[in-house]
T-cell receptor
Framework: GEDVEQSLFLSVREGDSSVINCTYT??????LYWYKQEPGAGLQLLTY?????DMKQDQRLTVLLNKKDKHLSLRIADTQTGDSAIYFC???????????FGTGTQLKVEL | DGGITQSPKYLFRKEGQNVTLSCEQN?????MYWYRQDPGQGLRLIYY???????QKGDIAEGYSVSREKKESFPLTVTSAQKNPTAFYLC???????????????FGQGTRLTVV
């Protein structure tokens, strides 16, 4: 079955890089996603990666996928206070249309 | 503007009452989803639908029901059988992977349900 895990908290200083990690169990995942959630709001899609890719870069965001270890990471370069939020990873499975989310990582950016 | 709309934003329910949360999308997406979010927890899948008149149970379907009579709409009913319904409910939609569409899934702004 699907199980997606993340660490609960991450604290970084403004200007540093943040790395948020995620592990998943379903080897049939087709796409993996990163979402951002600000307080009281819905989820904003940041980026996604196809399961046959190793890396995807989009401006300050870099996604790394290690399919062998079922490990996904999101690196945010030059982290700003506006990046403070909860970050969720998600996998797409079940023939391609079931979306399973992790527990979310609360990122706190300190001055 | 294309998007996904949830209403109402806040909802109060008395114990023992059923309540229906609305989710509408004009993105022409086939797949729609309902999630529940509790403080300090991730999103848990309640139900999802890949096509009109069909839907599948997620991980926590007990006490909930859905319908998919139209492509644009996927309402969620929280029944009196749901023991702890107070939570933040999120709806999402996405193209079907099998159709070769863009795999992006978009969310509504959520409905906060409180049982009083």
């Amino acid at each position: 079955g699907e199980d997606v895990e993340q660490s609960l908290f991450l604290s970084v200083r403004e200007g540093d890089s943040s790395v948020i990690n995620c592990t998943y169990t379903d080897s049939s995942s087709t796409y993996l996603y990163w979402y951002k959630q600000e307080p009281g709001a819905g989820l904003q899609l940041l980026t996604y990666i196809f399961s046959n890719m190793d890396m995807k870069q989009d401006q300050r965001l870099t996604v790394l996928l290690n399919k062998k270890d079922k490990h996904l990471s999101l690196r945010i370069a030059d982290t700003q206070t506006g990046d403070s939020a909860i970050y969720f990873c998600a996998e797409r499975t079940g023939g391609g249309n079931k979306l399973t989310f992790g527990t979310g990582t609360q990122l706190k950016v300190e001055l | 503007d294309g998007g996904i709309t949830q209403s109402p934003k806040y909802l109060f329910r008395k114990e023992g009452q059923n309540v229906t949360l609305s989710c509408e999308q004009n993105l022409n997406h086939d797949a729609m989803y309902w999630y529940r979010q509790d403080p300090g927890q991730g999103l848990r899948l309640i139900y999802y639908s890949q096509i009109v008149n069909d839907f599948q149970k997620g991980d926590i379907a007990e006490g909930y029901s859905v319908s998919r009579e139209k492509k644009e709409s996927f309402p969620l009913t929280v029944t009196s059988a749901q023991k702890n319904p107070t939570a933040f409910y999120l709806c999402a939609s996405s193209p079907m992977i099998q159709q070769g569409g863009n795999p992006e899934a978009f969310f509504g702004q959520g409905t906060r349900l409180t049982v009083v």
